[in-house]
């Protein structure tokens, strides 16, 4: 049985992608969630949980244009990224804690380790969260971000693309990946990207959403994100959550 | 498995260098993450510590560690009970994460306390998880249903090892993502 799912997930080790070399595991992991079905009887922690709507979320932490500025606002193109937590139903997921980290408009992150000489901007942190409503639906507004070099090989650069993080009931939901934006003509030489099954690398690219834009403020992004996980209901006091 | 669902799932992509300002409780005091890192209830506390090590056995100076655990009565689902945390190894110079917690009870009657990791660094395009056991439950061990699914001489990879500090007892745990140690990982879907 495959642990990960090599149609839809990029592999451990992909030779373009420098640092995935030394890091990716070589060795296939060991399926456990076919323990539960072997013997019903067995909880497999990975599988189990009660960590939806469980973080604190401040008022302005989904929007990154108002949650750090320092008596200014932010430069760049203000934009709002906005969609639904589903699962591989097509099912709506509530309660996802969802968390986001990108570049300014300028390319650079607020972050110790990024060298990248394009200047910080003093209004704009680059970080929001937020929690999934019961619709699954999720919003976010921020500046869009500005691509950037990277050292992967001579004259890379990283496609403009906003991090996200997501957590819902249980573990296995787990899910790290990268948003990136309609007709970037980076993605096509971006080894991160490109790692990811041809099939399925158009999920990870946002569409432009008129319908999602604020007239006279923001341009709008439509992104919906399928999670694993909360399909069975591994003992009774515990509900999936459908 | 892509054919059994209507939807596809997002593929993972890697978490990159730079997730620490976001996802991690230590890296600012003006933004604070709403994930701690330290698990606190009833029971006894213990701290677990390591590094992540490459295939040239380097430390991992930008890896994010997640662990997720029951109560310190074997319970997952409780609502009083916040099991999850989060710790990274860029915040001191020997790439140490680091986590206050409380030993956890037994999940299954016949399995061994154990805590769930999730290990995602720059590099790495999915995250992978793991399992902690405790070198003070060698008995409860060799009874746990998914040690025993793990191949006998890669057990060890999943033992922490008890320090000898007095107050409150500490776990090592390195993860090896490469090499002759490499850390088992676990598929959980």
């Known amino acids: 049985?495959?642990?990960?799912?090599?149609?839809?997930?990029?592999?451990?080790?992909?030779?373009?992608?420098?640092?995935?070399?030394?890091?990716?595991?070589?060795?296939?992991?060991?399926?456990?969630?076919?323990?539960?079905?072997?013997?019903?009887?067995?909880?497999?922690?990975?599988?189990?949980?009660?960590?939806?709507?469980?973080?604190?979320?401040?008022?302005?932490?989904?929007?990154?244009?108002?949650?750090?500025?320092?008596?200014?606002?932010?430069?760049?193109?203000?934009?709002?990224?906005?969609?639904?937590?589903?699962?591989?139903?097509?099912?709506?997921?509530?309660?996802?804690?969802?968390?986001?980290?990108?570049?300014?408009?300028?390319?650079?992150?607020?972050?110790?380790?990024?060298?990248?000489?394009?200047?910080?901007?003093?209004?704009?942190?680059?970080?929001?969260?937020?929690?999934?409503?019961?619709?699954?639906?999720y919003r976010f507004c921020t500046i869009k971000p500005g691509a950037y070099p990277w050292k992967n090989h001579p004259n890379a650069w990283r496609p403009q693309h906003i991090h996200f993080s997501l957590l819902g009931e249980a573990i296995n939901s787990r899910l790290v990946t990268q948003m990136y934006f309609p007709a970037d003509p980076l993605l096509s030489f971006d080894p991160i990207f490109l790692a990811v099954p041809a099939a399925a690398r158009e999920r990870l690219v946002s569409t432009f959403d008129l319908s999602i834009s604020e007239a006279g403020f923001a341009l709008g992004y439509h992104f919906d994100i399928v999670i694993a996980g909360g399909l069975a209901t591994p003992n009774e006091d515990h509900g999936g959550h459908g | 498995m892509a054919s059994k669902f209507p939807r596809g799932l997002t593929p993972s992509q890697t978490v990159g260098p730079f997730f620490t300002t976001a996802l991690?409780?230590?890296?600012?005091?003006?933004?604070?993450?709403?994930?701690?890192?330290?698990?606190?209830?009833?029971?006894?506390?213990?701290?677990?510590?390591?590094?992540?090590?490459?295939g040239n056995r380097d430390p991992v100076s930008d890896a994010l560690i997640e662990i997720w655990q029951a109560d310190s009565q074997g319970n997952l689902t409780s609502t009083d009970f916040l099991g999850f945390a989060r710790s990274d190894t860029s915040s001191n110079s020997e790439s140490s994460y680091f986590f206050t917690t409380i030993k956890p009870g037994a999940v299954n009657e016949s399995d061994a306390p154990h805590i769930s990791v999730i290990v995602t660094m720059r590099g790495l395009l999915t995250h992978v998880y793991t399992r902690l056991y405790f070198s003070d439950e060698l008995e409860a061990n060799q009874q746990d249903s998914v040690l025993n699914q793990v191949p006998e001489n890669r057990r060890a990879t999943l033992i922490a090892q008890r320090g000898e500090n007095k107050f409150v007892p500490s776990y090592h745990f390195d993860i090896h993502m490469q090499g002759e140690n490499e850390t088992v990982f676990f598929g959980v879907l």
């Open chain 1, 1 to 137: 049985m495959a642990s990960i799912d090599s149609s839809q997930h990029p592999p451990f080790i992909f030779t373009d992608y420098k640092s995935s070399l030394l890091r990716g595991p070589m060795q296939s992991p060991i399926d456990i969630a076919a323990l539960y079905s072997i013997n019903s009887g067995t909880k497999i922690s990975e599988l189990l949980g009660s960590l939806s709507s469980r973080f604190a979320i401040g008022e302005l932490d989904h929007d990154l244009t108002q949650n750090f500025c320092r008596g200014g606002e932010p430069l760049g193109e203000r934009m709002i990224v906005s969609g639904r937590v589903l699962n591989q139903l097509g099912n709506p997921v509530p309660g996802v804690l969802i968390e986001v980290w990108q570049a300014n408009a300028s390319g650079r992150y607020v972050h110790k380790a990024d060298q990248h000489e394009a200047p910080i901007d003093p209004n704009f942190i680059g970080v929001g969260r937020c929690i999934s409503d019961r619709d699954g639906q």
């Open chain 2, 24 to 54: 991690t409780a230590s890296d600012n005091n003006t933004f604070v993450s709403p994930v701690d890192n330290e698990v606190s209830g009833a029971g006894q506390k213990i701290n677990l510590h390591g590094r992540v090590l490459d």
